[in-house]
C-alpha cells in the first residue's frame, strides 16, 4: 500500500549509460594526499589501480551487486558497465570469462538491466610524444595482448552469456546484453580500431573514452597528427553505434563531425566534477546532432536527478546562461539518450517519484527534473517487478549494509 500522504507521479526509468562498478572503492577516500594535503588526480589514480589489483572474481561479484543495488534504489533501472578487469594478476586469464559472469550475476541479483561494454585496453597509454608506454603490472588485467585477443574472448563470451541466461523473469531473464568498449585511443592502437569493428554484431553498442583530459588531445595529435575524435573517424568509427564518453575537450570540428554522424556522447557530470576534468560542450554537440546521455562512472554520487541537474548547471557555469537544457530535455538525457547509447529498446520500467517531499513540493511536475532526489524515488519497477521501494531493495534489503558487508570481508578496502 502507498502511503497516503505522498503525492507520486510515474516517470520512465532512467539509464546509467557509463558505470565502474570498482570505482565505487573510491567514493571518499581520494581527497586527501599522502603528506595530507588536498588530494589531486593522481590520488585518485594511485588508488583507482590499488583497487583493481586486489579484487577478485568473487570480492568483484559482492562489489558489483551492492553498486548495482545502489543504482536500483536510487532510481537508476539499467545500466553500462564499461568493463576492463578481465584478467587474473600479472594478466593471467581467469577460466571461462569469471570476471564477467560475476558482472552479470551481480545485475541479476539487482534487478537491473545490464549492457556489460567488454573493453578492449592494449596499452598503457601515449607520452608526450605519441609513442605508446608499456602496461604496467596492474594494467595487465585489463588486456587480451591484442586486438584479434580481445575479439576472440569477446566472441566466447557472447556464447557464455547466452548459456548462463535465466529460465524466467523472476530469475533475471532478459535483463543482461553484450556490448563492446575501446578503453581511449591511448590504450588503443590504431591498428586495431578496424579488428574490433569487425567483430561487432549488428546494432552492438560501441563506447569509447574521448577527449576527457587535453593531455590525451595532445598525445594523440603528436602520435597520428589528428584530434581522437579525427582518428576514430579516420578508421569509419563514427556513427549510431559510437558512444564517445566525457567528449569534454572537443574542437569545433570534432564537435561537427560526432553531430553529423549521430553519435551518442554520455555525459557524467558529477565525475567531471570530482576528478576535475572540466565541462564538456553538452549543449553544441545536441545543436550539432549527437544525443546526449548521462552516467555516473566513477559512483562518487549515484542518483540520477543529481546527474540531469549538473548537466544544465554546468552549462550555466560554462556559459553564464540560464536554461541552456530544458527540463525535458535533461529527462530524455537520462532516458532516450541512455537507450540509444546501450542500443536498448523501450520498456515499460518505471519510478514512481514523490511530489510533495521538502524538495519537491510545490515543484511543477514536468521541473522534477531540477528539484527531485533519489530520496524522492518511491518505488522502482524493472522488467515487470517491482524492485525498491522507499530506498530499500525488495530482495537484498539495504545496499549500504551490503558495501559494509564487502569492506568488513575484505579488510583491505576498508
Known amino acids: 500500500m502507498s502511503d497516503p500522504d505522498l503525492d507520486l507521479v510515474r516517470v520512465p526509468g532512467p539509464v546509467n549509460a557509463h558505470s565502474h562498478a570498482f570505482h565505487r572503492i573510491l567514493r571518499g577516500r581520494t581527497h586527501e594526499g599522502a603528506a595530507g594535503g588536498a588530494g589531486d588526480f593522481w590520488t585518485w589514480r594511485e588508488q583507482m589501480y590499488a583497487a583493481a589489483e586486489q579484487l577478485d572474481p568473487?570480492?568483484?561479484?559482492?562489489?558489483?551487486?551492492?553498486?548495482?543495488?545502489?543504482?536500483?534504489?536510487?532510481?537508476?533501472?539499467?545500466?553500462?558497465?564499461?568493463?576492463?578487469?578481465?584478467?587474473?594478476?600479472g594478466g593471467t586469464p581467469y577460466p571461462d570469462h569469471v570476471m564477467d559472469r560475476a558482472l552479470a550475476r551481480a545485475a541479476?541479483?539487482?534487478?537491473?538491466?545490464?549492457?556489460?561494454?567488454?573493453?578492449?585496453?592494449?596499452?598503457?597509454?601515449?607520452?608526450?610524444?605519441?609513442?605508446p608506454v608499456e602496461l604496467n603490472e596492474t594494467q595487465l588485467r585489463f588486456s587480451d595482448g591484442d586486438a584479434a585477443g580481445w575479439a576472440a574472448r569477446h566472441t566466447a563470451l557472447r556464447a557464455a552469456?547466452?548459456?548462463?541466461?535465466?529460465?524466467t523473469v523472476q530469475e533475471g531473464a532478459g535483463l543482461v546484453t553484450l556490448g563492446s568498449a575501446i578503453h581511449s585511443v591511448r590504450?588503443?592502437?590504431?591498428?586495431?580500431?578496424?579488428?574490433?569493428?569487425?567483430?561487432l554484431e549488428p546494432g552492438e553498442p560501441l563506447h569509447v573514452h574521448l577527449s576527457e583530459q587535453p593531455a590525451e588531445n595532445q598525445a594523440c595529435q603528436a602520435a597520428h597528427g589528428l584530434t581522437p575524435t579525427g582518428l576514430l573517424a579516420a578508421h569509419g568509427l563514427l556513427g549510431q553505434q559510437l558512444s564517445a564518453v566525457h567528449a569534454t575537450h572537443l574542437t569545433a570540428a570534432d564537435i561537427a563531425a560526432l553531430g553529423a554522424?549521430?553519435?551518442?556522447?554520455?555525459?557524467?557530470?558529477?565525475?567531471?566534477?570530482?576528478?576535475?576534468?572540466?565541462?564538456?560542450?553538452?549543449?553544441?554537440?545536441?545543436?550539432?546532432?549527437?544525443?546526449?546521455?548521462?552516467?555516473?562512472?566513477?559512483?562518487?554520487?549515484?542518483?540520477?536527478?543529481?546527474?540531469?541537474?549538473?548537466?544544465?548547471?554546468?552549462?550555466?557555469l560554462r556559459t553564464g546562461i540560464r536554461g541552456r537544457f530544458s527540463p525535458a530535455e535533461l529527462a530524455a538525457a537520462?532516458?532516450?539518450?541512455?537507450?540509444?547509447?546501450?542500443?536498448?529498446?523501450?520498456?515499460?520500467?518505471?519510478?514512481?517519484?514523490?511530489?510533495?517531499?521538502?524538495?519537491?513540493?510545490?515543484?511543477?511536475?514536468?521541473?522534477?527534473?531540477?528539484?527531485?532526489?533519489?530520496?524522492?524515488?518511491?518505488?522502482?519497477?524493472?522488467?515487470?517487478?517491482?524492485?525498491?521501494?522507499d530506498g530499500i531493495h525488495t530482495r537484498l534489503s539495504d545496499p549500504a549494509a551490503l558495501f559494509r558487508e564487502f569492506t568488513y570481508q575484505h579488510r583491505e578496502f576498508a
Open 58 to 89: 568473487a570480492g568483484y561479484e559482492q562489489l558489483a551487486t551492492a553498486v548495482f543495488a545502489e543504482m536500483v534504489v536510487t532510481g537508476w533501472t539499467a545500466v553500462g558497465e564499461f568493463h576492463y578487469l578481465h584478467h587474473g594478476p
Open 108 to 131: 541479476r541479483t539487482a534487478g537491473i538491466r545490464l549492457v556489460l561494454l567488454d573493453t578492449c585496453y592494449l596499452s598503457g597509454g601515449l607520452d608526450t610524444a605519441g609513442r
Open 161 to 167: 552469456l547466452a548459456a548462463d541466461e535465466p529460465a
Open 187 to 199: 590504450a588503443v592502437p590504431p591498428a586495431a580500431l578496424e579488428v574490433i569493428a569487425g567483430a
Open 261 to 316: 554522424a549521430g553519435c551518442s556522447i554520455v555525459m557524467c557530470p558529477t565525475t567531471e566534477a570530482d576528478l576535475a576534468d572540466g565541462i564538456g560542450p553538452a549543449r553544441e554537440l545536441a545543436d550539432a546532432g549527437a544525443t546526449i546521455a548521462l552516467g555516473t562512472d566513477q559512483h562518487a554520487v549515484v542518483d540520477p536527478y543529481l546527474e540531469m541537474r549538473a548537466l544544465e548547471h554546468g552549462e550555466r
Open 334 to 389: 537520462s532516458r532516450v539518450g541512455g537507450l540509444r547509447s546501450l542500443s536498448l529498446s523501450d520498456n515499460d520500467d518505471h519510478l514512481l517519484v514523490d511530489t510533495a517531499s521538502l524538495r519537491t513540493a510545490g515543484s511543477r511536475e514536468a521541473q522534477l527534473p531540477l528539484t527531485a532526489t533519489a530520496a524522492d524515488v518511491h518505488a522502482v519497477v524493472i522488467n515487470g517487478i517491482e524492485v525498491a521501494r
